[in-house]
């Protein structure tokens, strides 16, 4: 799956380990890339509902290092602009909400913003934007690990100070019953353009 589906993962676990103030041994957040999903089950398998239902949003800080590749490895890139690197703010925000029929609704959310320079020392601005809605179980309270519904959306953008734009968008929706996937839909640019925003760094905030 995408880049989204490993943030996605990357929320839960961070969600987890800040609220037990665990070690969290081998999973760091400052390595979104490299989170492989709790669930263990791998792409396109949810996360454990592992956080308690309607516990309300939580909402987590980091300061971000943006490292975005040069021309081709970021087919999405103008070629004379080399690697760009800069700084910034991310947010994640979660909550996990129960209905009436034993399904679980998570939302989950990423808005982050910065500054970046080319090889050249032109200034970019870059912002991100992705959203994750899933639910586990499904309405109808199915409670195999195998059923549920799942809608990511992903929008990265970098401005140049020319007007150029790097630019990874998609969306990604999946719905499973038992294992059995009954529907699938993926558009955008964000599969073939992932190392774009591969490259970022988390720091927790304060």
């Not at 957040?29 to 709790?38: E, Q, R, V, Y």
Request: proline share 6%.
């Amino acid at each position: 799956m995408t880049r989204i589906g490993k943030y996605a993962r990357l929320w839960f676990f961070t969600v987890v380990c800040g609220l037990a103030v665990a070690s969290c041994t081998g999973q760091s957040p400052a390595s979104p890339a490299l989170s492989p999903g709790l669930s263990g089950a791998g792409d396109g398998a949810p996360a454990p509902a592992t956080v308690q239902a309607n516990s309300g949003a939580i909402q987590l800080n980091f300061s971000a290092a943006l490292t975005v590749p040069a021309y081709p490895t970021c087919a999405a890139a103008p070629p004379s602009a080399g690697v760009l690197t800069g700084t910034g703010v991310m947010t994640f925000v979660l909550r996990i909400v129960s209905d009436g029929s034993g399904g679980s609704h998570i939302n989950a959310t990423i808005h982050g913003h910065g500054t970046a320079v080319d090889q050249n020392g032109g200034q970019w601005v870059w912002t991100d934007a992705d959203l994750n809605n899933e639910v586990l179980g499904l309405p109808t309270g199915n409670t195999s690990s195998n059923t549920f519904s799942e809608t990511q959306h992903e929008g990265f953008k970098v401005i140049g100070p020319d007007g150029q734009q790097i630019k990874v968008i998609g969306t990604f929706h999946i719905t499973k019953v038992n294992g059995t996937t009954v529907v699938e839909v993926e558009h955008g640019n964000h599969e073939e353009n992932e190392a774009c925003e591969s490259g970022f760094v988390l720091t927790p905030m304060p």
